[in-house]
């Protein structure tokens, strides 16, 4: 069996859900069952949580209060979902997980790293993924991207100077394990970044 867990990181707008979506119509047309699910978010409670993280009517959230939610959040999703899917062989495929939170309050907003990855080992359990893809874009292309589909959000409507930051951290985070890591330039085309995508994930799963 294998409980393969995969995350998919980048900068809002940096196209990770339509890879993840085009990863998973790949696995599955191997014969790869998948579970896909997204942060924050991803049961019911999770999607409550991300309701109260991303309406724009709380400016006093506090950067604690905030940190603390997505971790709620992801407790409640590797709890009540990934840690039984990937017991049943099931590969789970998550949009966003903890390097969210170390890119975004602790690169992002400056926030202690230490205290992030101390309050996310309690609510993940040290549930790590096998493979994180990290698409790697200026946040000036991906918010021009993402603005085009939407209004912005309250985490939207940061400065340009904030996702300057969460993106290298991302990076930094990467450089740390590049074991860990596929980083994938995306402003390739769509096609090009999931052949990228399937070539090393097709190695990890023998497929
Ligand atoms: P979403 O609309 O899902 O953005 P995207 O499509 O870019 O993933 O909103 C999620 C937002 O929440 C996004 O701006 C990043 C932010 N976020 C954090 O700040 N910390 C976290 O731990 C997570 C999971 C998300």
Same mark, same amino acid.
């Given at each position: 069996?294998?409980?393969?867990?995969? $995350?998919?990181?980048?900068?809002?707008?940096?196209?990770?859900?339509?890879?993840?979506?085009?990863?998973?119509?790949?696995?599955?047309?191997?014969?790869?069952?998948?579970?896909?699910?997204?942060? @924050?978010?991803?049961?019911?409670?999770?999607?409550?949580?991300?309701? =109260?993280?991303?309406?724009?009517?709380?400016?006093?959230?506090?950067?604690?209060?905030?940190? =603390?939610?997505?971790?709620?959040?992801?407790? *409640?999703?590797?709890?009540?979902?990934?840690? @039984?899917?990937?017991? *049943?062989?099931? $590969?789970?495929?998550?949009?966003?997980?903890?390097?969210?939170?170390?890119?975004? *309050?602790?690169?992002?907003?400056?926030?202690?790293?230490?205290? =992030?990855?101390?309050?996310?080992?309690?609510?993940?359990?040290?549930?790590?993924?096998?493979?994180? $893809?990290?698409?790697?874009?200026?946040?000036?292309?991906?918010? #021009?991207?993402?603005?085009?589909?939407?209004? #912005?959000?309250? =985490?939207?409507? *940061?400065?340009?100077?904030?996702?300057?930051?969460?993106?290298?951290?991302?990076?930094?985070?990467?450089?740390?394990?590049?074991?860990?890591?596929?980083?994938?330039?995306?402003?390739?085309?769509?096609?090009?970044?999931?052949?990228?995508?399937?070539?090393?994930?097709?190695?990890?799963?023998? $497929?």
């Amino acid at each position: 069996m294998c409980s393969i867990f995969i $995350v998919c990181e980048g900068v809002d707008g940096s196209g990770k859900s339509t890879q993840l979506n085009l990863l998973n119509k790949y696995l599955n047309q191997k014969g790869i069952k998948t579970l896909v699910t997204r942060e @924050p978010g991803g049961t019911p409670v999770g999607e409550k949580i991300r309701e =109260l993280l991303l309406d724009p009517n709380y400016p006093e959230l506090m950067d604690r209060t905030e940190a =603390l939610l997505y971790a709620a959040a992801r407790a *409640q999703l590797v709890a009540q979902v990934m840690r @039984p899917t990937l017991k *049943q062989g099931i $590969v789970v495929l998550c949009d966003r997980y903890i390097d969210s939170t170390l890119a975004y *309050q602790g690169y992002g907003r400056g926030m202690d790293l230490d205290f =992030l990855r101390s309050i996310n080992k309690l609510a993940s359990g040290g549930l790590a993924p096998n493979l994180t $893809v990290l698409l790697d874009l200026a946040p000036e292309e991906g918010l #021009a991207r993402s603005r085009r589909e939407r209004a #912005a959000d309250r =985490l939207e409507s *940061q400065s340009l100077n904030f996702y300057h930051k969460v993106r290298e951290g991302y990076l930094e985070l990467a450089k740390r394990k590049p074991e860990a890591y596929l980083v994938v330039d995306a402003r390739q085309e769509m096609e090009q970044i999931h052949h990228i995508i399937c070539t090393r994930i097709g190695g990890l799963l023998n $497929v």
